[in-house]
């Protein structure tokens, strides 16, 4: 069986490559319930909703650097920028995202991090609805 590492991933946000930043990855894919139930059902009944996918990403700031922070930052309200996750380095999906959270954290007894959730939002253009590809 084939394994990979995570030191391999990739992360591509509106063409800046944050691979050097990154302390971790977290690409989400979750299919919400919708709730069909009658008067006339005797227990609950669900069907799928739509699919949607998010990435969580946390890295380590490096505000001299016109990486994470500066791109991030200035992405926030903006429209949807493309994305490309390769978990093992070459093989991973892609679309576009906006970016809906962007934080950083300052532990007075530790290195400064940032973090952020980028939400999936188009494949072929931002806003076309469609899925995320896998290549």
Known sequence: ???VHGKDADL???AVNLDD???SVTLNFEVPEVEITSFADAWQNFLAGKPTAQLEIEG???PAAAQGDVTL?????????TWDFEPDGTTGYNGYAILTRYS???PVDGPV????????NGTAAAADGAAPTRA
């Open 1 to 3: 069986m084939a394994r």
């Open 73 to 81: 930052f200035t992405e926030l309200g903006l429209a949807a920028k």
């Open 113 to 120: 991090t940032y973090s952020a959730t980028l939400r999936h």
């Open 60 to 62: 380590s700031l490096d």
């Open 21 to 23: 930043e990154l302390k």
């Open 12 to 14: 591509v946000y509106n």
């Open 104 to 106: 950083i954290t300052a």
